[in-house]
């Protein structure tokens, strides 16, 4: 193995790091080009099939499915798939999820490679983060950068209805139109992201892979769609007084400032106003805390809701419906 060295002959530390750095994005970039596709997906108008957009996805399982943006896919049904090795293959639109900004697709193909699902929950500010897409056409494009922040959030919406995407991942590592439904990868090639948004110069979005997206992926996988609980409140952070913060065990709770009229909350006696602090025993104190909540095992289920009501606690009971599509 060769050693960087200076002008009197030392090794020089700091070629050694560049190295070292150079090592890890060429791993990670080997280990994930063939994992990662360029994508032209089509609709059709008529008997006409027409060009309906363009992005990334990653295959996920060997038989065929990839996973990538639902704004990718938002406008067909159908399209092809062009590989690192020059392979091409007809795909389906499986299922979108605008609500989180991912689908799944599948291409009838041999020979795959599925990358390796890491979780972003363990990404650091700082860490090193790559890249791996096809932005503005250019198929196997490679950049790399670190996590610039955690925890940012991306507003999605679907007809009506809008969601807050949590835990979001920011970037400097260059991202641009067609790095949409690429890998995020850590400095071991797994994928920690899915390229979503170009949120301006410098700036780029993933959805975090964590233990709620692996759970609208395998709905997706499984089912074509995502079902959610649905109560019909919004509300925002509020700190409970130090004697509520006692008896709830924690901070803060959701105030409510809306019930939708007719809605299982207001079946169940919500108010706006009410502090909700814990829903069948799971602290709650944010709407995202909420959010994670309602998901599909929470339809039709009476659930328990503690509030803080004028100062006191009530127990409430919803039954959440699903959320309409």
């Given at each position: ?286 709407a995202g805390d909420l959010q994670r909540l309602m998901h599909s095992d929470a339809i039709g289920r009476p659930l328990s809701l503690r509030v803080f009501r ?16």
């Open positions: 193995m060769s050693v960087a060295l200076s002008a009197d002959g030392a090794e020089d530390p700091d070629a050694a790091a560049l190295d070292a750095y150079s090592t890890i994005v060429v791993d990670v970039a080997e280990r994930l080009g063939p994992s990662v596709a360029s994508l032209r997906v089509s609709g059709r108008r008529g008997d006409q099939r027409r060009p309906a957009g363009a992005g990334s996805a990653v295959v996920v399982t060997p038989d065929g499915f990839m996973l990538t943006s639902a704004h990718v896919v938002a406008g067909g049904s159908a399209g092809e798939a062009a590989f690192a090795d020059g392979s091409e293959a007809e795909l389906e639109v499986v299922g979108r999820d605008p609500l989180s900004d991912l689908a799944a697709v599948r291409v009838r193909s041999t020979g795959l490679h599925p990358a390796t699902l890491g979780d972003a929950g363990t990404l650091r500010v700082g860490q090193l983060v790559v890249a791996v897409g096809n932005p503005l056409g250019y198929g196997g494009t490679v950049t790399a950068g670190v996590v610039s922040g955690l925890g940012r959030a991306l507003v999605t919406h679907s007809g009506s209805v809008s969601r807050v995407v949590e835990n979001v991942i920011q970037t400097d590592a260059a991202l641009n139109p067609g790095n949409s439904g690429g890998a995020l990868a850590d400095s071991r090639g797994r994928v920690v992201g899915i390229a979503t948004a170009v949120a301006g110069v410098g700036l780029g979005l993933a959805v975090p892979i964590d233990a709620v997206t692996q759970r609208i992926v395998a709905a997706l996988l499984r089912e074509g769609r995502v079902r959610r609980a649905y109560l019909g409140v919004a509300g925002g952070r509020r700190p409970l007084a130090p004697r509520q913060a006692r008896w709830a065990g924690h901070s803060g709770g959701m105030e409510i400032v809306e019930v939708v009229e007719g809605s299982p909350a207001a079946h169940a006696g919500l108010r706006r106003g009410d502090i909700v602090v814990a829903v069948d025993g799971d602290a709650v104190e944010t004028d100062g006191s606690a009530h127990d409430l009971t919803a039954v959440p419906i699903e959320l309409p599509g």
